[in-house]
Each structure stands twice: as structure tokens, then as C-alpha cells.
């Protein structure tokens, strides 16, 4: 039985789509509420059976997850990708969801990878617990330039220490009394903070789904929790990348443009996963100092003159470990452990 061939253009308040038999001809179009009770009613109306794609927006997961177990097949389409392919004078609702159909119907829509539901909401709640040390960062960020704006002497890697704090606001002298509120506020807030996290940190270890893959990961001399964590719940499946793939989706990797037989290489490139990338540069600055092997390479890196390249250099050799083991599903051993045995 010949399937039905349906595009879908997500917002916030509606749902554009546009229904195609597989030799062209229009079904049905419209738009309708983007709820699951109008979503619901929509299916009821469909013929069957029907295949649909979506552009990936930050409202698919959710459409996605709703309308699985009712199609034959549900694929999402890299927005980066299809906005190459459709760009186009005219561009409204109507119009984008016929171009999603047509290019679902004939067999060319660029399709993205969707991490299974169980994953993503484990991702979410990893990238919420980033949020939250992101916002205690600025807390702390904070609560120093208010005491610097007073003239206030203090130490620097005491500060956010309960006992110091509270010693600090018994005995500091000339800070208004305004500003001591304040930074009992952002005190108070800080704790509140750090908690959270502590907490989405502990039930993430915990999980099942990930905990055997992600102590796997931390053999590797340098990765800690947060970095195997991320590797994790960002890669999903990691067979579906080579390892110049995965450097180049964490964004380690500059831009190429290539013209006339002349190549030019940009800065980092902007087409990556930033959460990753965050958190790849990050280790890579600490991993040196628990891994030789990327202590040598650091070192020969940084004897070239360039500190930022010699950090990307490591964070390189990072993905390349994390990609491996993640693959082979054996733990890290080093090389000289290797010889030696």
C-alpha cells in the first residue's frame, strides 16, 4: 500500500503541514494548534499509512516523541542543510512545509541523527546542571565586584568559603550596609546553586542507561565525570562517526574554503556542538597534567609558540581517545603499561 508523504513546519503556537500522495499531488493543508490534543484530532484525519520529517527546532522532541508511535517512519531534517537546499524568494508556513514533503517524498531530505528519548532527557538534564554552574559562576563573579567596588580587602580563593564568608562580614570595615545584604543574597543563592548541581550531577551518575559507559570513559588519564558525561549524552551513538567526523562536530577544527585551487582556513569553526566544544577545551587545558601522553604532546605543541593551538591540539587527541573507547567498549590502557605487559 502506497504511503502518504506529510511535511511539518514547527513554531511555538502552531503546526504548518502539508499532506502529498508519492506521485505529487496535494492531500491536505493547513496549519493547527501545536498542543497534543490538536495534534490528536490531526491524526485521527490522516489517511493511512503516512511518513513524516520536521525540521529540528527546539520544539521537535516533544512532536517527535507524540507522533512515533503513529507513522510508518518520522525522520528530522538538519535545518543547516535544508536551508541550502530550499532557499527560496518565498517563504512562509505553507511553503516550507510543501518543501519538506517534496523533499521527504522524493528521497532527498538531509536527515540529522534523533538520540532515543531516554537519552535526550538525560541530556537535557545535564545541560540544565551546566546552566546552573554557568549562573553560580556569575554569582560568584558577583559577589566580587561588589566588594571591589567598596574597596573592600579580601581573599580571592577564600571567598566562597562558608567560614571565611561569614568571618569576612564580621570583620570587614567601611563596606556599606546595603552591600552586606547583598552579598548575603548572593551568598544564599550560591548555595542553592551548588546543591542543584550536586544533586542533577548525582542522579545522572547513577542512571543505569549510562553509568557502565561512562566509568568506561573516565579510565581514560585526564576525563573526568562531567567530560565523560558529556561525551556520553551529547555523541549518542558513537558508530555513526569516524574520528575526523567527531573533531569536526566538536568544533575543533577551523572552516575550509576552497576556490580556485586556493584554500584558506578560518578560525573555529561556528557549525558544532557547543556543548561539547565547551567542555572538550576545558579538559584539555587540566588533562595534560594526568595523562603523559598528552603532556608530551602538549609540550611539543607549545614549543611551536602558539598556547590556543596546543590546547586544540590536545583536546584533538581527547576525542580521538573518548571516540575509541566508546567504540571498542574496553577500557583505556596506556601505551607504556602496553610495552610493558
Given amino acids: ?3 502518504y508523504y506529510i511535511g511539518l513546519d514547527l513554531h511555538k503556537k502552531i503546526i504548518a503541514y502539508c499532506t502529498k500522495t508519492g506521485s505529487g499531488t496535494i492531500v491536505s493543508r493547513g496549519t493547527i494548534a501545536a498542543t497534543r490534543s490538536a495534534l490528536t484530532a490531526w491524526i485521527e484525519r490522516l489517511p493511512k499509512p503516512w511518513v513524516a520529517a520536521m525540521e529540528a527546532t527546539m520544539f521537535t522532541g516533544w512532536v517527535y516523541d507524540f507522533l512515533k508511535p503513529h507513522a510508518q517512519e518520522l525522520k528530522v531534517a538538519h535545518p543547516e542543510m535544508l536551508k541550502a537546499i530550499t532557499a527560496a524568494k518565498k517563504k512562509n508556513d505553507r511553503a516550507d512545509a510543501e518543501k519538506i514533503c517534496d523533499l521527504l517524498r522524493v528521497d532527498l531530505l538531509p536527515q540529522c541523527y534523533m ?17 546552573v554552574v554557568h549562573m553560580a559562576t556569575t554569582v560568584k563573579n558577583k559577589m566580587s565586584g561588589l566588594l571591589m567596588e567598596v574597596g573592600a580587602e579580601y581573599s580571592k580563593k577564600h571567598l566562597h568559603g562558608r567560614s571565611y564568608f561569614t568571618n569576612l562580614l564580621e570583620t570587614v570595615e567601611d563596606v556599606p550596609s546595603s552591600v552586606k545584604e547583598l552579598l548575603k543574597f548572593s551568598r544564599a543563592g550560591l548555595e ?10 548525582s542522579a545522572l551518575r547513577d542512571n543505569s542507561l549510562i553509568h ?41 577544527c577551523s572552516a575550509q574554503k576552497e576556490s580556485g585551487g586556493k584554500e584558506t582556513r578560518g578560525p573555529i569553526s561556528k557549525k558544532r556542538n557547543k ?36 590546547t586544540l591540539a590536545v583536546a584533538r587527541k581527547l576525542v580521538t581517545y573518548l571516540l575509541t573507547i566508546d567504540k571498542t567498549g574496553v577500557d583505556f590502557v596506556m601505551q607504556r603499561e602496553l610495552a610493558a605487559a
Fill in 192 to 201: 542553592i546553586f551548588t546543591a542543584v548541581q550536586k544533586k542533577l550531577l
Fill in 115 to 131: 538520540a532515543p528519548q531516554e537519552l535526550r532527557e538525560l541530556r537535557r538534564v545535564l545541560r540544565y546542571r551546566n546552566h
Fill in 1 to 3: 500500500m502506497e504511503a
Fill in 212 to 252: 557502565e559507559r561512562v566509568q568506561r570513559l573516565m579510565t581514560i588519564p585526564g576525563v573526568g565525570e562531567v567530560t565523560a558525561l558529556t561525551w556520553a549524552l551529547e555523541i549518542g551513538d558513537p558508530s555513526r562517526f569516524s574520528a575526523r567526523q567527531a573533531i569536526s562536530y566538536c568544533g575543533l
Fill in 275 to 310: 556543548h561539547l566544544q565547551t567542555i572538550l577545551i576545558e579538559a584539555a587545558k587540566l588533562a595534560p597534567h594526568w595523562n603523559p601522553q598528552l603532556a608530551e604532546l602538549h609540550a611539543r605543541e607549545l614549543a611551536k609558540g602558539n598556547r590556543n593551538r596546543a
